[in-house]
């Protein structure tokens, strides 16, 4: 009789020792999923963040090409300007020249 109570303890012990390693089992899987969903969640986010940086960079070459074009335009539309003030100088300046012989001879 003495045996019995032993093997009742032995079961309840390896009954207990099962269900805390299933509820540790559970748990480890579940931190194992979670932990796997974080990885590949930061792993997106790194690739985000590397083709944000590249449009971003590529966003920042294309305004200083822009700008680049910009000043060379208003560089060219200032000489083109200048020509065409000394044009109208010029134009000016025969224009008096030539007033000024017409009524000179009168």
Do not use: C, W
């Not at 997106?44 to 060379?72: C, H, P, W, Y």
């Not at 224009?95 to 012989?101: A, C, D, E, G, L």
């Amino acid at each position: 009789m003495t045996s019995t109570p032993e093997i009742y303890d032995l079961t309840t012990l390896f009954g207990f020792i099962t269900i805390l390693s299933g509820i540790v089992g559970f748990f480890l899987r579940v931190l194992h999923k979670d932990l796997k969903d974080v990885i590949e969640q930061t792993g997106k986010l790194k690739g985000k963040t590397s083709t944000m940086e590249k449009d971003m960079e590529a966003n920042r070459n294309i305004s200083e090409m822009q700008l680049s074009v910009i000043s060379e335009s208003l560089r060219d539309i200032k000489e083109d300007f200048k020509k065409v003030l000394d044009k109208v100088q010029t134009t000016d300046e025969i224009i008096i020249k030539i007033h000024s012989q017409l009524f000179k001879n009168k």
